[in-house]
């Protein structure tokens, strides 16, 4: 018998928690597919689903065992591959008042929507089926380590103290790092500082956010896998970072050029979801505000530098992902306290210098291992199948050239724009660099 009982309560609040997480993977389609252009919109949609269905599978086979199974300190073991021996019994390692099982499917959900956010840097122009080959791949080689070193037992930044409360490291880090080293190996698209390049539709970004926002309450407090104090402080946190991010956004807009606009409200939002991930369970409230507050200027400075240094990171995955992710592993080393959960550690305010270096060891890490793995990946992929599609079929749109169908039947601004760069006719109006990118819209 456990000498823990199964909770039904702490059950129903991590299943349900894992539906929130789900979620996130439909808003995230939506906030991505809202910000390209129409002739692109349903392969952007998909990139996200698919990459649900394609690491679910993973997950179910072999990633679950690879991240959270026994092992050494840097990977887990195959013991629990197909999930075998994971079942309605707990795991007390993990979560000891819930199944094993729902401890599993709550992960699967995180390495699905890590892969996903990649996605976002190699719109337009990347072959979906060498995205789905690079997805599964990342998956085994980036992500399965990573989850391990900071989440399983025996990981060796675990052992280190380093705190990653939901996924700063594991999930955001590792995103924004691959996304930008995939979005060097790819290069631009071809209309990139050629022509207007602006989101087709901001409803779709806007709904997505909210969604994103929504779910983003099982991803950060679904973490503390029981419905108890720790849960409830990491859904007021996520909630505080989020809504300081935006109004920060929103205010530096109207400061910076006299207007906010919409999608960098909804990005500004997402900055603060992402910064607070790693310190929702481990900070006060009005920690929570000082990060959202910091994370958003400083992705606001990173996306109005991306156009300047010429990467074409199509949806400024590493600005968002990347950078907030860094400052929140970092600020977590600032204001965490044993006062809000006496599982973490105290960090700099509270006495500890020593947690920001730990907190920087854990993003260091992150960052080289992602960076190079893709890298590997990526050109493993490449040399293989190819990365890139056609440039007649980027003109085209990726919707139809991959997919054999398209967002707006009748022909959108979209399909109207890559109809004339095809014909090198000359209703497309060049612009300047800085009117060129996603930075346009998002300042």
Known sequence: MNAVPISAGDTAFVLVSAAFVMLMVPGLAFFYGG??????????????????????????VAGYS?????GSKWIGSFAWAGLAGVGATANATYAATIPHVAFAVYQAMFAAITVALISGAVVERMKFSAFLVFGLLWTFVVYDPLAHWVWADGGWLRTLGALDFAGGTVVHISAGTSALVAALLLGKRRDYGRATIVPHNVPFTLLGAGLLWFGWFGFNAGSALAANEVAANAFLTTHTAAATAMA????????????????GAATGAVVGLVA?????GFVTPMAALAIGGIAACLSYAAIQLRPRIKVDDALDVFACHGVAGIAGAVLTGVFATKTVNP?????????????????????????????????VILKLVEGFMGLRVPLGDELMGVDQSEHGEEAYHGGGVGELVGSAHA????VVLPVSDADSSLALRRS
């Open 343 to 375: 599982a973490g550690a105290d960090g700099l305010l509270y006495g500890n210098p020593g947690l920001v270096g730990v907190q920087l060891t854990a993003v260091a890490a992150t960052v080289l291992l992602a960076g190079a793995a893709s890298w």
């Open 66 to 70: 690879l991240s959270f199974g026994p």
């Open 248 to 263: 920060t956004w929103l205010l530096v807009d109207l400061v910076r050029t006299g207007r906010a606009t919409a999608v």
């Open 423 to 426: 014909l090198g006719d000359s």
């Open 276 to 280: 607070i991930t790693p310190a929702a």
């Open 35 to 60: 910000l390209v252009r129409g002739k692109s919109s349903l392969n952007t949609l998909l990139m996200s689903m698919a990459a649900l269905a394609v690491v679910s599978v993973q997950w179910v």
